[in-house]
């Protein structure tokens, strides 16, 4: 487990919303493990950003390692 720790952390951001109503929430989040950034613009993207993220994560581990 060790050096891994991080490999499933995300760092979420949300903006000042308001103004929006809650389904409007947006923000950004970092991959702390990678420091991969990105921005969502709804509630909705954001578990499928996240699921994303740790693909290509996963899939960059994979190449790196062999």
Do not use: Y
Not at 32 to 55: C, H
């Amino acid at each position: 487990m060790k050096g891994r720790q991080h490999t499933n952390a995300f760092v979420v951001q949300f903006r000042d919303s308001a103004s929006a109503h809650a389904d409007q929430l947006s923000g950004r989040v970092e991959h702390v493990a990678s420091g991969r950034t990105a921005t969502f613009q709804s509630v909705e993207e954001l578990p499928r950003l996240l699921e994303k993220m740790l693909k290509d994560a996963l899939s960059d581990q994979e190449n790196w390692i062999g």
